[in-house]
Each structure stands twice: as C-alpha cells, then as structure tokens.
C-alpha cells in the first residue's frame, strides 16, 4: 500500500510524477530491488508484448495518469512503443492484447451493483465475449476468468487505484461523490486475489467510519474470498497477507 498526501495537484487532478514515485517505490519494496528501474526490468523484457488493461468508467477511471505511467516504465524497461496497448473493454479485438505476453492490471477500487466491488479480478471480465454470463450468483465464479488462454499466466502486476474509491452505490452503474474520498493511494501486488482483498478491508472500513456502524455490501464481494477458497487463484485471508504500508498514513484504514 503506497500513499502519497501530494499526489493530486490544485485541481484535483493526479499529478503524474507523483504516481511515477510512487510507483517505482511499491515496485521496489516489492521486489526488493534498490533501483526503480532494476524492479521494472524484473517484470518485463525487450521481446514482451505488454497489454496494461485498465478501465474507462467515466466517473472513476483508472486514470491518464496511472495508465502513462506504467507505459512509460515499461518503455523504460525496454519495451517498444509499438508493443505496448492501453485498453480496456477492446481487448477482444486489440491485436497487441490477442498477442500479449504479459499484462498489468489497473483499475480504480469501487462498490458495484452486481459483485459487491469492481476490483482486479473483476476487470479481466472484458476478456470474454458473454460478459453477463458471469453475473450469476453476484458474479462468484470472476476467477475462472484467470483460466481463459487469453490471459493465464500472463498478468506481471496488479495496480488497485485507490486515489479516490467510492464506498457505496445503489443500483447499477451508481455513482455519487459523496461516497468517494480522497485516499491518496494505490495498491500494488503480485497476487490480486491479495490486493482485492486489502481494497475490501479498506471500503469496509471507510464504510463504518462513515454510517456509524457495520454495514456489509449488498450484495456481498464474495467472489474475492471464493477467487481463493473454490479457485485457487491467490490468497484473500489477511493472515496470510503481507502488507506493506508506504507513505502517507494518515486515515489509512487498515
């Protein structure tokens, strides 16, 4: 977890150095690199075709700041312009995602209608055609998504934004600013059933900061623990987290 009390400048908006910093700081205590770009180099090589999947919901996107970059760490890791895609729900018929050879994973932190919260796992659903068929029992079964040939084995990071998530929603598509905060963060990972389930932690708690009192999502993120437990996918039970904090502390959460 890497907070940053500057990250946005005077009008709201991330300043992409900052995210750069941050970055290359969560890389780095992740690898257990000492130079940022020693730790980049560990994700991707010159010969990759690197797709960063990331998501255009217009209220809260990943954002133009996040998304360039981690292209432009790439690049500096090596990697081409020319192979390298930016995309999100055209990755079906982007021909750098159909023959990509590693994938980042970016997207904002949310409530969601159908599956509790809108987090990493969820966001590989533009990888399959049906998108809807897997809404079924508050979409339990999003890591099977992980199995698809398109992407298994191919994601070198997870990027849970978490400059400004939204912590409650009624109904589909809900958003209201006065459900999204200012965290300064994001969440940055290897296994993304582990990010999502620190993300989760965090709307939790910001949720009973806010009503007074436990009030659980409806319905329930379930697929983050079952991504663990029925998938196999990663590890969602905090006990077996390892949790960096990084930065800014103040109103963590967590």
């Not at 055209?90 to 023959?99: A, K, Q, R, Y």
């Not at 029992?137 to 199995?147: E, H």
């Not at 009503?211 to 039970?237: M, N, Q, V, W, Y």
């Amino acid at each position: 977890l890497m907070r940053d009390k500057d990250v946005f400048d005077s009008n709201g908006k991330p300043r992409e150095e900052i995210i750069l910093k941050m970055l290359d700081e969560a890389l780095a205590a992740l690898t257990g690199k000492k130079q940022p770009l020693d730790a980049w180099m560990t994700l991707v090589r010159p010969d990759d075709i690197v797709g960063i999947k990331t998501n255009v919901w217009q209220y809260i996107p990943t954002t133009t700041q996040v998304e360039q970059a981690l292209k432009k760490r790439v690049m500096d890791a090596g990697v081409k312009e020319s192979q390298i895609g930016i995309d999100d729900r055209g990755v079906l018929g982007n021909p750098i995602f159909l023959g990509a050879t590693a994938l980042i994973n970016a997207r904002p932190m949310r409530t969601h209608h159908w599956a509790g919260v809108g987090s990493l796992i969820k966001n590989y659903i533009m990888f399959v055609p049906d998108p809807s068929n897997y809404h079924g029992d508050t979409c339990a079964d999003l890591a099977t998504i992980w199995n698809k040939p398109i992407v298994k084995g191919k994601t070198r990071l997870n990027v849970l934004v978490m400059l400004t998530p939204q912590f409650h929603g009624v109904g589909p598509h809900s958003f209201n600013p006065k459900y999204v905060w200012k965290y300064n963060g994001l969440l940055v990972g290897f296994d993304p059933v582990a990010v999502d389930s620190t993300g989760l932690r965090i709307i939790e708690a910001k949720r009973r900061e806010f009503f007074g009192e436990d009030r659980p999502l409806s319905p329930p993120a379930k697929h983050i623990l079952l991504a663990d437990t029925r998938h196999h996918l990663g590890t969602a039970d905090p006990k077996n987290i390892e949790l960096i904090k990084l930065g800014y502390s103040d109103s963590i959460l967590i």
